[in-house]
């Protein structure tokens, strides 16, 4: 791990990086691909979605063209929160606030029906103290959840990454689905899976069975909070 890595959870190196770089970004995946995962698991429009770590990305005004009245923003750096700002004042279904996902304490306990990370957990778990950041993350993503609501996390950790971490925070019910990180016009003759059927989760080695042993993903975990989770 080097320390620009080591720096992904710290303001100042967000701050930095978006005065040097203020063009928008998308990690990992642009809207138009994820939008029937979207869509499958945030049915209603008028549901109230947060996006966690959203720096920016066009992903949250693609949510709102794509029909979504309710898109609220945070991310740790103020800069680009100030930038975000400014640039969608117009737009009334887009809320952009600096705030650190590892405390959201300004929101009300189960005041959010989805949220959406495409990046950000990942960004902690390269960090200091990665552990202690991403539970202290997931946490509050459970706690701001409403019963029954959904954490969609697009991620580049593979389940023996990441289900351990995901199942010990908080007390979810898991789906799995994936997404070629760099589709071709062909990609589509090779592939087993369906962007939005679930891959059976198990020990039984059938995950590799259907995506290949050497598969270039994008893992999409959606986490569906029980009415016991903590």
């Not at 928008?24 to 995962?37: G, V």
């Not at 950000?120 to 959840?145: F, H, P, W």
């Amino acid at each position: 791990m080097n320390t620009q890595t080591q720096a992904y959870g710290e303001p100042w190196y967000w701050d930095n990086r978006y005065t040097q770089d203020p063009g928008p970004f998308d990690w990992y995946q642009k809207y138009p691909s994820l939008s029937p995962i979207i869509r499958l698991y945030i049915p209603h429009h008028h549901h109230r979605v947060l996006v966690v770590g959203c720096g920016n990305s066009a992903f949250s005004e693609g949510m709102v063209d794509d029909g979504y009245e309710d898109v609220v923003n945070i991310d740790i750096s103020s800069v680009v929160i100030e930038a975000m700002q400014k640039k969608y004042s117009n737009r009334p279904h887009l809320k952009y606030i600096k705030m650190d996902v590892r405390d959201m304490s300004t929101f009300e306990t189960g005041s959010f029906d989805a949220v959406i990370d495409k990046g950000t957990l990942d960004s902690l778990l390269c960090g200091y103290n990665s552990q202690q950041n991403a539970t202290k993350m997931l946490e509050e993503v459970s706690r701001i959840l409403k019963d029954k609501g959904v954490y969609i996390l697009i991620t580049y950790g593979s389940p023996v990454y990441r289900l351990h971490l995901l199942r010990e925070s908080c007390s979810w019910t898991i789906k799995l689905h994936v997404i070629e990180k760099l589709p071709s016009a062909d990609s589509s003759e090779h592939r087993n899976w369906d962007l939005t059927s679930p891959i059976l989760l198990d020990d039984g080695g059938s995950f590799e069975t259907v995506v290949g042993k050497n598969a270039d993903l994008h893992y999409i975990y959606v986490c569906t909070k029980d009415k016991s989770g903590r």
